[in-house]
């Protein structure tokens, strides 16, 4: 068996920047339906500047909430050691989610401390990150030099009324746009817009996105409501099916489906026929997609979650900091996936309402999306 050299602090260079390191493959590891882990969503902080309506409400979220303190989180050091880990295992993504993860301070040099990882086959891992583009206006260069890839932007609304009412803190749209237009500017792409539709709050607003973003540098998707966690009151009533979203602009503006471009894509995509770009519909509560899943989650302190939908995640943390070394976490690592049976969107039609809510799930703002 090969061994898995720690992933810790590697020294820098003259310049400042960490050194590539190249990682010795512990095996690929598949679950329970053959399944690979190839992406990994670390949620760096479970804070955010915004109170969006279907994430975080006020009404759970509130000035006397109760935040993880600082210690709890994952250091930068333990976040590296964890995607080395996962990256030995085949991992070619990282994706760094929140909360916000831009309120996390320093977050460019654990961009940097990432950039630096190397598959076994010595190829550079995509860094990527999703954030509601508040701080993108200030942060975008810095990010891009860092050696983040690609940027999601959260955007649910270019009303300003209706997007102030949704994020619920008064934050303006343009300023979200501005951040777009930086992170344009900065060289970070292919950058995804994704738009949350729920059903009596935005629905009116798909075509007027869908309008201002053809034919610009951003592809557009749209996302069903979802039943994450249990603050935000899901009801199925309030979700707008993909197939309707696609049928309502391709009316006005034709549009043809076009093939995924890796395993495991989300998104259906579809392009405009006239060549106006594409957009992208993620439709896990009408047409599931789990059966290609290939995403892990690592929540902020620490806790490995299978599925978007897990009742419970298996404590890293606990591992790391009681001493384990890079062996025994990739063994943990690869006992979990290849226990993982998740399929939760696909089984939800057949749970009763009660049975849905009875179920323990983890919110989106602690767990990323």
Known sequence: MTTLLPVRAVPAPANGAPRARRLPSTGAIT?????????????????????CV??????????????????????FDEITRLAGVAVAHGVHKLRLTGGEPLLRRGI?????????LRTPDGEPVEIAMTTNGSALAVKAEALRA??????????????DAVFQSMNDVRFP???VLAGLRAAHDAGLGPIKVNMVVKRGLNDHEVLPMARHFKDSPFTLRFIEYMDVGTSNG?????????????E??????PLEPIGATAPGETAARWRYVDGGGEIGVISSVTNAFCGSCNRARISTEGKLFTCLFASEGHDLRALLRGGVDDDGLAAAMASIWGARDDRYSEVRATLTPELRAARPKPEMSYLGG
């Open 31 to 51: 679950d329970a339906f053959s399944r690979p882990m190839r992406d990994l969503r670390i949620s760096v902080t479970d804070r955010c500047n915004f109170r």
């Open 54 to 75: 279907y994430c975080m409400p006020k009404t759970v979220f509130g000035r006397d909430y109760a935040f993880l303190e600082h210690d709890e989180l994952l250091s």
């Open 108 to 116: 460019e040099g654990l961009i940097e401390r990432l950039a630096a």
């Open 146 to 159: 860092a050696g983040l890839a690609r940027v999601t932007v959260s955007l649910d609304s270019l009303d």
């Open 173 to 175: 749209v343009d300023r």
């Open 234 to 246: 899901w009801r199925l009533d309030e979700v707008v099916p993909s197939a309707e979203i696609v």
């Open 248 to 253: 309502l602009i391709g009316a006005e503006m």
